[in-house]
């Protein structure tokens, strides 16, 4: 068991501040938070609400289909490469046994 609590870091998202424990460093919970709450501030912006559990939601639901787009381009990415490569391994393969026939 781990007797070092992870650091505390003081955010402000939407006006409210909150208190996160993280064993990631400092700036990059600044850069979530920072993240976060200027997708709220668009989000209110955008609906003219003021109530922060539904510009919280709506925040979330925006910053989730970032995330499931990136996944998707990322797979599909991954599978392009692995399809390029299982190509150019047959048609390094084919070009390596060319060369062995040549040299008999």
């Known amino acids: ?23 990631h460093g400092e700036e990059y919970i600044n850069e979530l938070a920072e993240y976060v709450d200027k997708r709220m501030n668009e989000i209110a912006r955008a609906t003219m609400t003021v109530d922060s559990l539904r510009v919280a939601i709506l925040s979330a639901l925006q910053i989730a289909d970032e995330l499931y787009q990136s996944r998707r381009e990322m797979k599909e990415t991954d599978d392009e490469i692995a399809e390029r490569s299982g190509k150019y391994a047959e048609l390094l393969d084919q070009f390596l046994r060319a060369e062995v026939g040549e040299s008999k």
Do not use: A, E, G
């Open 1 to 23: 068991m781990d007797n070092n609590p992870s650091p505390n870091y003081k955010v402000v998202i939407y006006n409210q501040t909150y208190n996160l424990r993280s064993d």
